[in-house]
Nanobody, 119 residues
Framework: QVQLVESGGGLVQPGGSLRLSCAAS????????MGWYRQAPGKQRELVAT???????NYADSVKGRFTLSRDAAKNTVSLQMNSLKPEDTAVYYC?????????????WGQGTQVTVSS
């Protein structure tokens, strides 16, 4: 089973920064994209940022210019640098891996890490 290990969540003041990291353990074939989603209380899970194996990124409008997603393909690791954080960024952040095989497409999720932006 694919395992996604997340780190970097925590409490930060508005305007501060955090860096989230996610590593996919072991050998995993067919990785198409990795990234982060988030879910705030009372809201549905939403895309934050994803990056494909070719380096193409996709960001939510709300985080463009503030968040940067990068990937280390050799280590199957992604990092999300979050700058100029706002209270509305408060959510549980989930690492996502999209695996595409001949038999189908499979999403995998990390357990979630809490990001709280508050003064």
């Amino acid at each position: 089973q694919v395992q996604l290990v997340e780190s970097g969540g925590g409490l930060v003041q508005p305007g501060g920064s955090l860096r989230l990291s996610c590593a996919a353990s072991g050998y995993i074939s067919g990785i198409n994209a990795m990234g982060w989603y988030r879910q705030a209380p009372g809201k549905q899970r939403e895309l934050v940022a994803t990056i494909t194996t070719s380096g193409i990124t996709n960001y939510a409008d709300s985080v463009k210019g503030r968040f940067t997603l990068s990937r280390d393909a050799a280590k199957n690791t992604v990092s999300l640098q979050m700058n100029s954080l706002k209270p509305e960024d408060t959510a549980v952040y989930y690492c996502n891996l999209q695996r595409r095989l001949a038999v189908g497409t499979y999403p995998y999720w990390g357990q979630g890490t809490q990001v709280t932006v508050s003064s």
